[in-house]
Antibody, heavy 122, light 107 residues
């Protein structure tokens, strides 16, 4: 059974940093691209970042480019999101998600964690 | 960036109804479109990929169609579990973007 468990969320002041983790199990982690999607309170979904199975090819939403860094440790089946220079508008539940099994492209997020809440406030 | 616009934003329906949600892209995305269902307080669930392909385990009452710029998600015979918010998402190019969501409510 595929499981994704996020951690690392919490309350942080504007300008601060956090590191989110997503522990994966139930599938060959290194084989799949992984991504982060966030959802501000009462709002819709916003794609944040994606990374390929081997850790290359990271891509980011413009709203986080230069402030957030996605990475992974395939030896520990764990995905990370480093959040720097945080702003109030980054307040959201952050979901990690696994890319689908189709070969040759990314984009279909077939398993999701339950999310971790990041609150940016003074 | 490619913008995704869903309509309607809210839809009131009854159990057994056939409902259709539309998603329009600001430019052609071929068939690079997914649909997700999100129940309150839960993570999204993939329903449809590549515009018209059903994810394994998704009930057959959910179907997707379209290509280019206009897409639809149809639920044929709404069930109590289907009252939720639905999102489209393109993955034609980076950045991927989601529609703003369509909330399906009980009439």
């Amino acid at each position: 059974e595929v499981q994704l468990l996020e951690s690392g969320g919490g309350l942080v002041q504007p300008g601060g940093s956090l590191r989110l983790s997503c522990a994966a199990s139930g599938f060959r982690f290194a084989t799949y691209a992984m991504g982060w999607v966030r959802q501000a309170p009462g709002k819709g979904l916003e794609w944040v970042a994606v990374i390929s199975g081997n850790g290359g090819d990271p891509f980011y939403a413009e709203s986080v480019q230069g402030r957030f860094t996605i990475s992974r440790d395939n030896s520990k089946d764990t995905l990370f999101l480093q959040l720097n220079s945080l702003r109030a508008e980054d307040t959201a539940v952050y979901f990690c998600a696994k890319d689908g099994p189709r070969i040759g492209y990314y984009g279909e997020l077939d398993y999701w964690g339950q999310g971790t809440l990041v609150t940016v406030s003074s | 960036d490619i913008q995704m616009t869903q309509s309607p934003s809210t839809l009131s329906a009854s159990v057994g109804d056939r409902v259709t949600i539309t998603c329009r892209a600001s430019q052609s995305i071929s068939s690079w479109l997914a649909w997700y269902q999100q129940r309150p307080g839960k993570a999204p669930k993939l329903l449809i990929y590549k515009a018209s392909n059903s994810e394994s385990g998704v009930p057959s009452r959910f179907s997707g169609s379209g290509s280019g710029r206009e897409f639809t998600l149809t639920i044929s015979g709404l069930q109590p579990d289907d009252f939720a918010t639905y999102y489209c998402q393109h993955y034609n190019s980076y950045p991927w973007t989601f529609g703003q969501g369509t909330k399906v409510e009980i009439e």
